[in-house]
């Protein structure tokens, strides 16, 4: 199975499709970079159009995101993402070219239904974020309750919109959730090693609903497109400092695959422990968030590996940086911020957050020459196309965030100093996510085996 960029990675979009994906403005090319693409000053005059009826006031949004702990790996990618795009939308003249945004940032810590709640009652035009799936299961019924937009960063759990809010007007993500990272893997499993290799599968997850809900829904995919028999499943806690168990049962069982949602300080502590065991030497990992690592995880670690991971909707290169300015400009600027090694897919979860909620505003106003109401913006924000330097992305009518994903072998770059992803296979989100209206559990059930 070859795998190929859609068409929407391509150079080949026209100008009249582009000007109709992004509006047009001033900060939609700034986030997008097409005044480079355009380069006949027709962005800025369109920008200049829809100030009329629009106030001069600041736009305050609020983040929520982990700035600190073990989840802040996560957590400082995306405000780092959040803060080059608001940096952006304000040097090309803010919203509308008269609204500049600033954007307060909390800690989404161990009570983030108290700093959601607080930043509606200090008047937020917009939330962006949560990281967590439990703390964006918390917040989404409030979103809705308070009638006020939020684009979710990450919290990717895959019954957001199948289960907690089932119906939503004002909550948004735009983000790959789970089962579209999960379902990339499975597929990228079979094109390495092809669905008549793949007899036994294991799993290392991480101990709580996430890696429960992934080890689930790969076991579902892969045995789909192999029929392979699930031989281990395991589940350590968030920071265990000893996956041996795990790595000897692994080397007993000497599965084809290795299936792993775990993330972060965890893939350091797996990866350095299961090279020191030779577990490489029997499976190969393939693993959704490994790369979330790729600034932490040591290049001796990584030697001798035999190691696949996803990159969510974002892998620099993929579109080639010079597609989509600021490509390269974003991932040179992305590594002089404090925290960011290089840009990871959660990068893109701050930055594409923002993005996508700036050029519906933007879309807008060009609609209706005034700035919008949060319903008018809604409105839009459904089936809403626009680019960012991760390519195209579609926010989809039930919400979902809808773009293209990657994966690739993991290795370590002495030049970068941080993992990167080799031989990057692109799937498109047509062939990882369900339709709108169907579940994902209904949609792999319907695959044919």
């Given at each position: ?16 499709q ?19 693409l355009l380069?006949?000053g027709?962005t ?5 159009q829809?100030g009329?009826g629009?106030?001069?006031e600041?736009i ?6 982990f ?26 003249g803010?919203?509308?070219g ?22 509606i ?11 967590s799936?439990?703390?964006?299961s918390?917040i ?7 009638e006020?937009i939020?684009v ?20 948004f ?19 390495r ?20 809900d992934?080890?689930r ?18 589940f ?7 996956m ?7 080397n ?8 792993s949602?775990?993330?972060?300080g965890?893939?350091?502590?797996f990866?350095?422990q299961?090279?020191a065991?030779d577990?490489?030497?029997?499976t ?9 690592a790729a ?6 670690a ?17 579109p080639?940086?010079?597609?989509w ?13 404090d925290?960011?090694?290089v ?16 050029t ?23 089936g809403?196309?626009?680019f960012t330097?991760?390519?195209?992305h579609?926010m ?12 690739g072998q ?11 992803l080799?031989d990057?296979?692109?799937?498109a989100?047509?062939?990882?996510a369900?339709?709108?209206g169907?579940?994902g559990s209904?949609?792999l059930d319907?695959?044919?085996?």
């Amino acid at each position: 199975m070859k795998r190929t960029t859609t068409d929407h990675d391509s150079e080949g979009i026209g100008r009249r499709q582009l000007l109709s994906a992004i509006g047009g403005s001033a900060v939609a090319a700034a986030l997008a970079g097409c005044s480079t693409l355009l380069s006949d000053g027709e962005t800025a005059d369109q920008g200049g159009q829809s100030g009329g009826g629009i106030s001069d006031e600041p736009i305050q949004a609020g983040l929520l995101t982990f700035t600190r702990g073990a989840p802040g790996v996560l957590g400082i990618q995306a405000q780092r993402g959040a803060e080059l795009a608001v940096q952006r939308i304000n040097e090309a003249g803010g919203i509308g070219g008269q609204r500049e945004i600033e954007l307060d940032v909390v800690n989404e810590g161990s009570n983030p239904l108290d700093s959601y709640n607080q930043f509606i009652e200090e008047g937020k035009e917009v939330t962006f974020g949560p990281i967590s799936s439990g703390t964006h299961s918390q917040i989404a019924p409030e979103v809705e309750k308070n009638e006020v937009i939020n684009v979710g960063t990450d919290g990717t759990v895959t019954t957001l919109y199948e289960e907690t809010v089932t119906d939503p007007t004002y909550s948004f993500r735009f983000q790959n959730y789970d089962i579209m990272e999960v379902v990339t893997m499975a597929r990228e499993a079979v094109e390495r090693i092809g669905a008549d290799n793949i007899s036994t599968v294991a799993g290392v997850n991480p101990g709580y609903s996430f890696g429960e809900d992934e080890m689930r829904v790969f076991t579902q995919a892969i045995q789909k497109l192999t029929d392979a028999e699930i031989v281990y499943e395991g589940f350590p806690e968030l920071g265990a400092s000893d996956m041996s168990n795990h790595i000897t049962s692994i080397n007993n069982e000497e599965p084809d695959v290795t299936f792993s949602s775990l993330w972060g300080g965890d893939v350091t502590t797996f990866v350095r422990q299961a090279n020191a065991n030779d577990m490489f030497e029997n499976t190969t990992v393939f693993g959704t968030t490994l790369y979330s690592a790729a600034g932490d995880v040591p290049g001796d670690a990584l030697a001798g590996t035999d190691i696949y991971s996803g990159s969510r909707n974002y892998y620099w290169g993929k579109p080639a940086l010079g597609n989509w300015q600021p490509g390269r400009e974003l991932f040179d600027a992305a590594t002089q911020q404090d925290g960011v090694t290089v840009p990871t897919a959660h990068y893109m979860s701050g930055y594409g957050a923002v993005t996508a909620w700036a050029t519906a505003v933007e879309k807008a106003i060009e609609l209706l020459g005034t700035y919008p109401s949060q319903e008018q913006i809604a409105q839009v924000l459904e089936g809403h196309g626009f680019f960012t330097p991760a390519g195209y992305h579609n926010m989809a009518e039930d919400h979902q965030g809808a773009s293209n994903s990657f994966a690739g072998q993991m290795v370590y770059d002495d030049d970068l100093g941080a993992a990167r992803l080799d031989d990057v296979n692109t799937y498109a989100a047509t062939e990882t996510a369900p339709p709108p209206g169907v579940t994902g559990s209904d949609w792999l059930d319907s695959w044919s085996a």
